[in-house]
């Protein structure tokens, strides 16, 4: 973009530069016709109802020459009544103002300027092979029935062209706005305030360059120490443009103090004591080369996991081929399901202090093939008509679970009794009911994305939206194409763990149709409904980490989180489930969970900032919501939470611990449950002394740390247990903890805070660091993706090494 002068040897732009300043000029010679005026040349005189002055100056404009005039005005009068008006006529246009020049804030407070200086509106370039002329008229007048001295000075601007990657500096205040013609801006100053505003506005006149006006036109931000704007040619198709620099006369909209309300003098004359220095260096945007690379980058990063998907694949077909054709493996193994012709019938070696009982003290070991293989190989059908009751041919399962589990060692076929069909279906509605979720859950919040940006791009107030904007490229109408871009790993790695998910499972249909009794009574019991869950949840949080980077802010913040809870707990369910495949939650009860979560989040963000009570109701909640839970996890769902919940309790209180000092029944439980109710309820105390704003993030990681708490204490577990980790459930183990380290610094760096004014935010802001179009939050993004599908991969094949175990000898923890 150029402004259509002569080009400047290695200047890409041509810029215009505004000011309002202090002035000092004035003539003593009577009204009348104009008066002859010289630039730089300083005119005193006197005004009032009777009197007033006309100057005219005349100057030449060189061929392709943008010309600008600075008129510094000042007055000693401080009556607000009869203000010193100024006039100033061209060629195209009239500019007015009055001195003192008042400036409103907060509660109407006031704010007078006595020394004003405002910059004309430039000359056009002309074509022509000789000078134009050009002349401006000033007028100085008053309604005063008195004198009202004044002073006047008119300059023509030097320095007016920059040149790319220099940097110019320059003073501002609030009657004193710099404005600049440019393609792409950034704004340093070492000052937090005052607080300015930087706008961009069409190069038409007259120019908003004043604190009630410099919104109406334009693009503009509000600045403490940093700004940068990103324009777009097709927003300006004249080529040029003006970016005016104001300073507001309060520092509340960045940060500063609120002004009390007003008391005392209210007339109070300020001047030039609010001043700021800054510096402006002007910069070329990126080629679109560059989006171009980025996107190769993206997409193919995330295709590399695909085809590092199909080489694991192939190498363990081939290493199962082998085995079968030694006699050692069926062909038809695949990842997971792995039976053998010899099984191994224990997996905790003899004398082990875990489980170490007689076999037939699991009721549940020698009766498991019957319910099991009740239906007929390769039946498994997802009928909607199929209810539990159709299947569940053994009613004493119910009659005596409540003493099978109240067994002091505890198996897996303790807790695998019903029919597979009922329980696969059963998990199975949470894969259907999430995509249901999903649906109704995303349109709403892209259209209100959308509407968000529309927003932003009709008004071009870039308050609203809290970019990097040191890294924000804009592609069409959005503002930071690249905040979106790095969410598409989250979509590619969430479709590629279902293609993972489906395979495992066509494989165990067909080992079911071939070896059913190995398939039935050995390994971990496979049902997939979760798995898919997960999958549908880690696509879901790309689509809408996506629409909360359109425009991100306080308010949608909770976009950005909610399938994060989700696929935290979808976590924690799976992992319960693996041993407790008959008593696990139902997708309905756990949705309903999700949906109360979500409604706190959101009561969060709008009472969670200062109000005492919402945290004394949220930790009261949050405490006894553990305290059920884990009378749940303890009695294995067999200590009813209803309205008697409270009395039965504190039965339980006084003859175990009060009556007689008993040692727990279930010790392994006990540790865990003790531990995460610590946990739990130093997060309340946490929430209830330092009430955080970004309530949000704090469920968040509420969620996160039970999560993790909890894997940590089934790892444990099952290698005290004497059970084994695979080399791809240890390679998973690593690179999930390798990669969530790295995407966690990432995740630190705090590029912008909605918990701060607009302002304030961009001063974290920083340039890009990965091919010159990703900041560190998209590196995030990139790496968060990486690290969930290789958690989802742990809790995926952890169990693998327990295919050839009779159930009957897996412990339950």
Not at 248 to 254: G, L, N, R, S, V
């Amino acid at each position: 973009m150029a402004s259509g002068g002569a080009p400047v040897p290695g200047a890409l732009l041509c810029a215009l530069l505004w000011a309002l300043a202090a002035a000092v000029a004035g003539d003593d010679g009577p009204g009348g016709s104009p008066l002859p005026g010289a630039f730089g040349r300083v005119y005193r005189g006197t005004v009032n109802i009777n009197a007033e002055r006309v100057y005219a100056f005349a100057y030449s404009s060189e061929p392709g020459q943008v010309d600008a005039v600075r008129v510094y005005v000042n007055s000693s009068s401080e009556n607000l009544q009869y203000p010193v008006l100024f006039v100033v006529r061209q060629q195209k246009g009239v500019l007015s103002w009055q001195v003192p020049l008042i400036f409103r804030g907060l509660y109407q407070r006031t704010y007078n300027y006595q020394e004003v200086s405002r910059t004309l509106c430039p000359s056009e370039p002309t074509p022509e092979t000789g000078p134009s002329d050009q002349i401006i008229f000033v007028d100085v007048a008053s309604m005063a029935p008195f004198n009202i001295a004044y002073e006047l000075l008119v300059t023509r601007l030097e320095n007016f062209q920059l040149e790319t990657n220099k940097a110019f500096n320059f003073t501002a205040s609030p009657s004193q706005p710099q404005d600049v013609d440019s393609v792409i801006i950034k704004v340093v100053s070492d000052a937090v305030y005052p607080c300015s505003v930087v706008s961009v506005q069409d190069i038409v006149c007259p120019v908003y360059d004043l604190d009630h006006n410099v919104e109406f036109n334009g693009v503009y931000q509000s600045m403490t120490k940093q700004a940068a704007i990103t324009v777009q040619r097709k927003d300006f198709p004249g080529e040029q443009f003006f970016v005016v620099f104001v300073i507001k006369p309060e520092d509340y909209a960045c940060g500063g103090s609120v002004p009390s309300s007003i008391h005392g003098n209210v007339n109070r004359t300020w001047n030039l004591q609010r001043t700021k220095n800054l510096q402006v260096t002007i910069v070329p945007s990126i080629k679109k080369s560059v989006y171009v690379q980025a996107m190769f980058f993206s997409f193919l990063s995330f295709l590399s996991f695909y085809l590092g998907s199909v080489v694991v694949a192939f190498v363990h077909y081939i290493r199962v081929r082998r085995k079968a054709s030694a006699g050692r493996l069926s062909p038809e193994d695949g990842s997971g399901i792995m039976a053998s012709s010899h099984p191994i019938t224990a997996s905790t070696p003899e004398g082990s202090s875990y489980g170490a009982i007689d076999e037939s003290s699991s009721s549940g070991g020698h009766q498991l093939s019957s319910p099991e293989r009740g239906p007929p190989a390769g039946s498994d059908t997802d009928s909607s008509v199929e209810e539990e009751s159709d299947f569940d041919t053994m009613p004493e399962i119910e009659s005596d679970k409540n003493v099978i589990r109240t067994k002091v060692f505890l198996y897996l076929s303790d807790l695998s009794r019903k029919d597979r069909r009922i329980v696969s279906k059963k998990y199975k509605i949470y894969f259907w009911n999430i995509i249901t979720i999903a649906v109704f859950y995303a349109l709403p919040v892209i259209q209100l994305v959308i509407t968000y940006q529309t927003v932003v791009n009709v008004t071009g107030n870039q308050d609203i939206c809290y970019y990097n904007f040191l890294c924000a490229h804009p592609l069409g109408v959005l503002s930071a194409f690249n905040n979106i871009l790095s969410n598409v790993g989250h979509m590619l790695l969430g479709f590629l763990f279902l293609l993972i998910v489906l395979r495992r499972d066509i494989l165990h249909r067909r080992a079911m149709e071939i070896k059913d009794v190995y398939t039935l009574d050995y390994g971990i019991p496979k049902h997939f409904g979760l798995f898919y869950a997960m999958g549908i949840a880690l696509m879901m949080e790309g689509v809408l980490s996506a629409c909360y980077h359109v425009c991100p802010n306080y308010s949608n913040f909770q976009f950005d989180t909610s399938f994060m809870y989700m696929i935290a707990g979808l976590c924690m369910l799976k992992l319960y489930q693996t041993r407790h495949p008959d008593i696990n939650a139902s997708a309905y009860s756990a949705y309903a969970s999700f949906a109360v979560v979500i409604c706190l989040a959101v009561l969060g963000v709008v009472f969670g900032k200062n109000d005492m009570w919402f945290w004394i109701i949220f930790s009261m909640i949050h405490v006894l919501a553990s305290l059920a839970l884990s009378t749940q996890i303890y009695y294995m769902g067999r200590f009813k939470i209803d309205l008697g919940i409270f009395r039965r309790a504190a039965m339980v209180l006084y003859t175990d611990c009060i009556q007689q000092c008993s040692r727990p029944m279930y010790m392994d439980r006990m540790v865990l449950l003790i531990v995460g109710n610590l946990v739990n309820w130093s997060f309340a105390i946490f929430g209830l002394l330092y009430r955080p704003r970004d309530f949000a993030s704090y469920i968040l990681g509420i969620f996160i740390c039970n999560l993790l708490l909890y894997l940590a204490f089934y790892i444990i577990m099952k290698l005290r247990s004497s059970e084994k980790l695979l080399p791809i459930p240890m390679f998973c183990i690593v690179a999930t903890a390798v990669v969530w380290a790295a995407a966690l610094y990432f995740f630190f760096q705090n590029l912008s805070s909605w918990e701060e004014t607009p302002a304030e935010s961009r001063e974290k802001n920083r340039p890009c660091i990965l091919l010159g179009f990703f900041d560190d939050h998209d590196v995030w993004h990139f790496l968060s993706a990486a690290a969930l599908f290789f958690s989802f991969l742990v809790l995926l094949t952890l169990d693998d090494d327990l295919d050839v175990v009779r159930r009957d000898k897996i412990p339950v923890f």
